[in-house]
Structures are given as C-alpha cells and as structure tokens.
C-alpha cells in the first residue's frame, strides 16, 4: 500500500490510545458542537499554561473564538481534541490544532493540555495524529513557535522528532518537524 492508498477523513477522525500510565483516551476531530466543551477546557487551564499556548494572557475566549476554533474546515485548519469519559460525560483534556501557512505545504502547530493531564502522553498522542492528518492533506512540514521558558512542551516536541531552527526573535524557540515519515 502506498501513500495514495491511504484516506484520512479528517472531520470523522477518531481513534482510541493509551496514556503513559494506561489510561485510554480518545483522539478526535472538533466540532461545531464543541463550543462548550473547548470553553470548558479553556476555562480549566493555568494562567502559565494560557500564556504559553497563546503567548501572552488571554481572560477568556469568546463567541468569535470559539467559533473559529470549532468551525473548521478541516482542509487548512485541522483541530483534535484528547477526550475522557469522566461521570458519564466526555471531557477535552487537551486540544492540538494546525493552520496551513501561505506556502500550502507547512502549517503552523499548537497545543493547549489541562495543567493535571500534563506529562501523560496526551501533547505527544496530539502531535502524532495531526501529523498523520498533514501528511495525507498534503502538507509536508509542522512549524512551531514555542516561548523559550515553555520547557514541557519544547521537551514534548524533541521528543516528537521537531528540530530547531534559528530564533526569529529572543525567547521564542521555532521548530520543525517533516511528516514524511507518516
């Protein structure tokens, strides 16, 4: 089977995995529907985990914000979420997304994982997934821009395989990452 044999739907992906410690998860695409949840998981994040994922404070998201980060269309703008099951309902640990970049080949990776969920896998099961959806979507390199202090998620990129590339500005750290290997 080769590349072109394989067909990923991007906005039915879903699949189940296993966290460090056993835990099962579930890896799947966000929604319309998702706007409460991601509020919600949002809303459940460090004032340090916002400033690293957004790079400065954000109070809160708002409706515009959740519907681009819900609405998407799956071919540039790509969004998993990492869900548990906890009381009966489903719950986004974390969420991992990509925007394709001006040059249709790279795209622009980020991350957001609840401060009690950090370490377990998920960042890492995250990148693995989106990766898998780039590179059946055409898009042969992941950037990303990670603030120098952010040392959980610069060690969850290395581990992913991201190199460095040269700072385009102090305290920023740009990476990158080739899907080839999917």
């Given at each position: 089977?080769?590349?072109?044999?394989?067909?990923?739907?991007?906005?039915?992906y879903c699949?189940?995995?296993?966290?460090?410690?056993?835990?099962?998860?579930?890896?799947?695409?966000?929604?319309?529907?998702?706007?409460?949840?991601?509020?919600e998981?949002?809303?459940?994040?460090s004032?340090?985990s916002?400033?690293?994922?957004?790079?400065?404070?954000?109070?809160?998201l708002?409706?515009?914000?959740?519907t681009?980060?819900?609405?998407?269309d799956?071919n540039d703008?790509?969004?998993?979420?990492?869900?548990?099951?906890?009381?009966?309902?489903?719950?986004?640990?974390?969420?991992?997304?990509?925007?394709?970049?001006?040059?249709?080949?790279?795209?622009?990776?980020?991350?957001?994982?609840?401060?009690?969920?950090?370490?377990?896998?998920?960042?890492?099961?995250?990148l693995?997934?989106?990766?898998?959806?780039?590179?059946?979507?055409?898009?042969?390199?992941?950037?990303?821009?990670?603030?120098?202090?952010?040392?959980q998620?610069l060690?969850?990129?290395?581990?992913?395989?991201?190199?460095?590339?040269?700072?385009?500005?102090?305290?920023?750290?740009?990476?990158?990452?080739?899907?080839?290997?999917?």
């Amino acid at each position: 089977m080769n590349d072109q044999d394989i067909r990923i739907d991007p906005r039915n992906y879903c699949v189940d995995a296993k966290l460090l410690d056993g835990r099962l998860i579930r890896i799947r695409a966000i929604g319309a529907n998702d706007q409460e949840r991601l509020h919600e998981h949002f809303r459940g994040l460090s004032q340090r985990s916002i400033y690293f994922r957004f790079m400065g404070f954000k109070r809160d998201l708002s409706a515009k914000d959740l519907t681009w980060l819900t609405e998407l269309d799956f071919n540039d703008h790509v969004g998993l979420a990492a869900t548990m099951t906890e009381d009966g309902r489903e719950r986004f640990v974390g969420v991992g997304r990509y925007l394709r970049l001006r040059d249709p080949h790279h795209a622009e990776i980020a991350f957001a994982v609840l401060d009690d969920y950090q370490g377990h896998g998920i960042g890492t099961l995250l990148l693995e997934h989106l990766a898998i959806i780039a590179h059946a979507g055409g898009i042969a390199e992941l950037e990303a821009s990670v603030l120098a202090d952010n040392h959980q998620m610069l060690e969850v990129f290395a581990h992913g395989g991201f190199k460095i590339r040269h700072p385009f500005e102090p305290g920023v750290v740009q990476l990158y990452y080739s899907t080839a290997k999917f």
